[in-house]
């Protein structure tokens, strides 16, 4: 599954629709369109997964009973980006939408009013989460409350969902399988007869062992028929035939998603506050199944409030037997999500200023170049070294020199970069151009990722992720056919490196190079270039609807249309000046 993005009520947007990132995923719009604003929040979300602790606010709000706190979403975190949002007010969006929650006796009235809550949906790896932080835009507050957080492990198809806001829990078995249209009715269905068939056999053979094991097989998926079509209700034993029937009957209803739902009550996982939350929510989850529940005891009270609370209990206690089936999906879910946050890094490149300066100080924190010298020369990648040598390969292209050396004045405070051209001279990387300035730059940066994440042989990874690099203009003072051979910088990383990269781009010869690439790979059919291009191209129009793709035909032109002002706009002046030339008006 490819990692995603989408949110509502941030910043922009009131709804930003949640997109798929490819491989080389460009954003493209103009001015104002929206595009850092889809980095942010994936920036903000990933921030958050990492750092996210319920004992945050235990240490800010020591009044706060821990069971019914909730998470705080910080928009100020700078540990492994500065997203330069702050405040809760800054993140919220300004204009007014629609609340559905606010609405008159005739329920046919809808009000407008400012949104003081936002979504976020994002997909990193197998998992899809979901974030729902509200705060008070009037306060200068640097954080949001966490009111639900909502997990789905798309391998082994269930959700995990804590609501801190109502204080509950659920867990969710859902079905994914759509390319073979198997509906989850048709699953449970099928996981009936299959039980009821092997508890039969095992009656007829009398294997007490394989009877026991087949009974609660049985009573699982029974306990999943009920839970799904809302049926709790003791003493409502249905026959084969009519659980057969019904299963037959919900054939017919479309949109069916869930195989099982069990909405619990909120507890928490006391010993493990100081993990991130993200586990936390698993482990709630996974703690309520093996917990044994206490019974309501009936001294004193009204039979009737005793019987409809011994009704719940015995409710729950079904929902811990189902649920403890499930144990081994719990214990790998976790295991996967601990893996994907030790995996998981975003590497930001920024638009930065280049400078003429002949010797790096990285005593100045601001200084990007400064920074990103430092970062190469700590790694100590040397001539031979495959990251170096991706820096030569690729300045040669960028005709910047056919060699550099750097050298540490004063190790870890003062460098010098030089560069060797093809007479043979030696200048400083100062005395180039602004625009080789700016490549060599992006080329030692990337050199720095790639070692960074090259796969270690000694260390196993579970369905390893590949770190997210997000560039923001990187045509920055290239020359046009210069521009064009970042496309072939960004597919040499993509295919041959496995890098995945979000690139925000005002670059017309970067597109249409990336379509050149695109025709020139030759796909055999719209399947195979769904399956295997590399490029995704989303538009941001100005004027506040939502962002689409482009989507690359086999030709490799697009299907749709950039809005006005990008891929017309050389044609629109062209024009002008044939009309102009043949003394048309």
């Not at 990251?387 to 910047?400: G, K, L, P, S």
């Not at 056919?402 to 200048?427: C, N, R």
């Not at 994440?453 to 770190?467: I, L, Q, R």
């Not at 521009?483 to 781009?505: H, P, W």
Request: aromatic share 10%; hydrophobic share 35%.
């Amino acid at each position: 599954m490819s990692n995603t993005i989408g949110f509502s009520n941030f910043r922009r947007f009131a709804n930003f629709p949640e997109i798929n990132l490819g491989n080389i995923t460009i954003l493209v719009g103009g001015n104002n369109s929206g595009k850092s604003t889809i980095v942010k929040a994936l920036l903000l979300c990933v921030d958050n997964l990492l750092l996210m602790r319920i004992s945050d606010r235990r240490r800010s709000e020591s009044k706060s009973p821990l069971a019914l706190s909730m998470p705080i979403f910080r928009f100020d975190a700078n540990e492994y980006h500065d997203v330069k949002i702050k405040e809760f007010a800054r993140a919220i969006h300004n204009k007014p939408v629609e609340d559905n929650d606010i609405i008159n006796a005739l329920k046919e009235i809808k009000r407008k009013s400012l949104p003081s809550t936002m979504t976020f949906k994002f997909t990193l790896g197998q998992f899809r989460f979901t974030f729902v932080v509200s705060g008070n835009r009037d306060d200068r507050s640097t954080t949001g409350d966490v009111e639900r957080i909502a997990i789905e492990d798309t391998k082994s198809h269930v959700r995990y969902t804590n609501d801190y806001k109502g204080h509950s829990l659920s867990y969710e078995v859902i079905n994914t399988d759509f390319e073979e249209q198997i509906t989850l009715t048709k699953k449970l269905l099928k996981d009936y007869r299959d039980a009821k068939s092997a508890l039969d056999k095992a009656n007829e053979d009398g294997d007490l062992e394989a009877i026991t094991s087949m009974t609660a097989s049985l009573d699982k998926v029974k306990m999943q028929i009920n839970s799904m079509l809302n049926r709790d209700k003791e003493g409502e034993e249905l026959s084969d035939n009519e659980l057969v029937k019904i299963l037959k009957d919900n054939l017919f209803k479309k949109n069916e998603t869930k195989v099982a739902y069990f909405d619990l009550p909120f507890s928490v996982s006391i010993n493990e506050v100081n993990e991130p939350v993200v586990l936390n929510v698993i482990s709630n989850i996974h703690n309520f199944a093996t917990t044994n529940g206490v019974a309501p005891k009936g001294e004193g009270k009204d039979p009737n409030e005793y019987g409809a609370d011994m009704q719940h209990f015995m409710i729950l206690e079904r929902y811990r037997e189902a649920m403890r089936q499930d144990e081994h999906i719990f214990i790998q879910s976790r295991r996967d999500l601990n893996t994907l946050l030790k995996q998981i890094k975003i590497e930001y490149i920024s638009a930065h200023a280049a400078n003429q300066n002949t010797i790096y100080n990285t005593a100045d924190l601001n200084d990007y170049i400064a920074q990103t010298v430092h970062g190469f020369w700590r790694e100590k990648i040397a001539p031979g070294d495959r990251e170096y040598e991706f820096v030569r390969e690729w300045m040669q292209r960028f005709e910047i020199g056919i060699d550099f050396k750097i050298d540490a004045l004063v190790p870890g405070e003062a460098y010098t970069v030089s560069i060797t051209e093809e007479s043979g001279s030696i200048v400083p990387l100062a005395d180039k151009g602004m625009g080789s300035i700016q490549m060599m730059i992006l080329l030692l940066r990337l050199a720095t990722i790639l070692f960074k994440y090259k796969p270690n042989s000694t260390e196993e990874f579970y369905d390893w992720v590949s770190p997210i690099i997000v560039i923001e203009e990187p045509e920055q003072n290239l020359h046009p056919k210069m521009q064009s051979f970042l496309a072939d910088l960004f597919y040499q990383l993509a295919r041959c490196e496995n890098m995945k990269m979000l690139i925000e781009t005002h670059s017309e010869y970067l597109i249409r190079k990336s379509q050149v690439i695109v025709s020139e790979e030759n796909f055999a059919d719209e399947e195979d270039l769904n399956d295997n291009n590399q490029f995704m191209v989303y538009y941001l129009p100005n004027d506040d609807t939502v962002p689409y793709k482009m989507q690359y035909t086999i030709s490799g032109r697009f299907a749709n249309k950039f809005g006005e002002g990008f891929f017309d706009e050389a044609g629109k002046a062209n024009l002008i000046t044939l009309r102009k030339e043949k003394g048309l008006k």
